[in-house]
């Protein structure tokens, strides 16, 4: 009889049999989860739209950009750690705290009374938020048969998709029609349903020991070690060099608490990071095509509304509809190459993921100044179904090949690696695109302080769009400027596209077997906290 079961896909992770939820129960636990995702997604697209309001309001321009690096700075570090607290102490437990401190910090940040109120504030909003996006998709894992495993990260995949495309319209109208302050309050009741949802319907975890030791040593240094590579990538981005004092001293320190993490990691008999997780092939393929698979698309999606706003000559809103076919294909990709992925090797439909991917970036690398918007459009079709064929299937293959015990610090893991890809990438292509415009202004002969007050591609898309500055400027200049990025961008397109082939080639490390077959390792050999 348990044969047949498995069979038929009623075993979660490692062949343990599914935690006993009816089908409404999970229902109502998905649409739970999915509400704080959405929440957490549209908060950092929503903010984006009434930061004018807000810097009129508070003041602060300096530093306002510190706004959205604290809210990334605390989400993206934090992603590891809350995934691993959840399989010592339960994923309720957990979902609970992290809903409770993104709220504290979405009241607070609406209460504001000055930028640097504000930016505390998001520290503590994205401390909290790190925690919905790797305990939605573990919940996910733990409570759905690896047949219905598919169509749920997919619509994970599309809740977040969707959220991050309608987040600025959402900022929009609530900071023209009430105030920017509800783009931070609003998420206070749904926050709130989502919170007695998860309290209500989802089983706490069983702890298997009285006590529950928490690497704290590892955590710690781990945290401190990630807060200041990402402060390196943030300083680079701003165009700082690598060899100053400041960015020396960052980088010893974050390779002096690297190497002092793994030592401790190896020594502790239940790390944070449990090192064996990487002697995995899954996972550490996994971890290595999300990473460069993040660097590449998230590294120069960035860039391609500018390319469509300041070297085609269309307006803001144009510039924004053409991410709309990315986040829908990603959705629908999400869903079949979960389905796809029962069906055939975790390799193929990763391979064709990639290949989609380096095919939408080859087409981006051939786009020119008599591109249209559509053919724009056209592109993001591949990128979203590159994304949408790894992603979803990456996930659904790295939970199935891990003990329940992992479940949580694996899969946070993979959208950390991810998630750092992508940093990584805004700040390697922002490079690129500065120093090829440097290069443009050197060449031209033009007045080197010019290009210095171009510190950043917004600067130069304002000089090209805005009739205002272009009457400030000889006649020539615009055309110069438009041309100048668009060689500009296209250096950041091509170096996106090794990029891509990079994550295509990565894909080859992948096992070919079915993912139903890759369940080798019983859970009973791997220490268990619920």
Not at 367 to 374: A, E, G, S
Not at 388 to 410: C, E, H, K, M, Y
Request: a positive charge.
């Amino acid at each position: 009889m348990e044969g047949e079961d498995r069979k038929r896909g009623d075993y979660s992770p490692q062949g343990l049999p599914l935690l006993p939820y009816p089908s409404r129960n999970r229902a109502v636990i998905t649409a739970g989860v999915m509400l704080g995702l959405f929440l957490s997604a549209l908060e950092s697209t929503a903010v984006m739209t009434a930061m004018p309001t807000v810097i009129a309001s508070l003041g602060g321009l300096s530093i306002y950009n510190w706004v959205f690096s604290a809210y990334l700075l605390t989400s993206t570090i934090t992603l590891p750690l809350w995934g691993k607290l959840s399989d010592q102490y339960g994923r309720r437990n957990i979902y609970l705290i992290g809903v409770s401190i993104f709220l504290i910090g979405s009241a607070l940040s609406g209460l504001s009374h000055s930028m640097v109120q504000l930016i505390l504030f998001r520290l503590i909003q994205g401390l909290g938020a790190g925690c919905l996006l790797p305990l939605a998709m573990t919940v996910v894992g733990e409570i759905y048969t690896l047949d219905e495993r598919g169509k749920m990260q997919g619509l994970l995949s599309g809740v977040w998709g969707l959220s991050s495309l309608i987040g600025p319209f959402i900022g929009g109208l609530l900071t023209d029609y009430l105030s920017w302050r509800w783009v931070f309050y609003l998420n206070i009741p749904f926050g709130l349903l989502s919170a007695m949802v998860i309290g209500v319907y989802l089983k706490p975890g069983q702890k298997e020991k009285k006590t529950v030791f928490f690497d704290h040593a590892g955590g710690v240094s781990l945290a401190v070690a990630l807060t200041l590579f990402l402060l390196i990538l943030m300083r680079l981005g701003k165009g700082d060099s690598l060899f100053s004092p400041l960015i020396l001293l960052m980088l010893f320190g974050f390779l002096f608490l690297m190497a002092l993490f793994f030592h401790n990691e190896s020594r502790v008999s239940d790390p944070v990071l449990p090192l064996q997780l990487f002697t995995r092939r899954v996972f550490a393929s996994a971890s290595l095509n999300g990473f460069l698979g993040g660097m590449a698309m998230f590294g120069s999606i960035a860039f391609i509304p500018l390319f469509v706003q300041a070297v085609l000559n269309t307006s803001a809103t144009k510039a924004g509809s053409v991410l709309t076919p990315f986040v829908l294909t990603w959705m629908v990709f999400s869903i079949v190459g979960g389905h796809l992925l029962l069906r055939v090797g975790i390799r193929f439909i990763v391979f064709i993921g990639m290949a989609s991917l380096t095919l939408g970036f080859f087409l981006l690398s051939r786009m020119n100044l008599h591109t249209v918007i559509t053919d724009v459009m056209r592109n993001m079709v591949f990128l979203g179904a590159g994304m949408g064929f790894s992603v979803a299937p990456l996930t659904i293959a790295v939970q199935n090949t891990v003990p329940r015990s992992q479940l949580g610090i694996a899969t946070s893991m993979t959208q950390f690696f991810r998630t750092i890809g992508g940093t990584l990438g805004v700040t390697l292509l922002g490079t690129v695109l500065s120093r090829n415009l440097q290069a443009q202004f050197h060449q031209s002969g033009m007045d080197p302080g010019f290009f210095s007050r171009l510190n950043s591609s917004s600067s130069a898309s304002q000089l090209i769009v805005s009739p205002q500055v272009q009457q400030t400027l000889s006649p020539d200049t615009p055309h110069f400027l438009k041309l100048a990025l668009f060689h500009s961008l296209h250096s950041v397109f091509v170096a996106g596209l090794w990029i891509a082939l990079l994550a295509f080639v990565s894909a080859i490390l992948l096992p070919r077997e079915n993912v139903r077959k890759l369940t080798s390792v019983s859970d009973s050999n791997f220490p268990s906290h619920g």
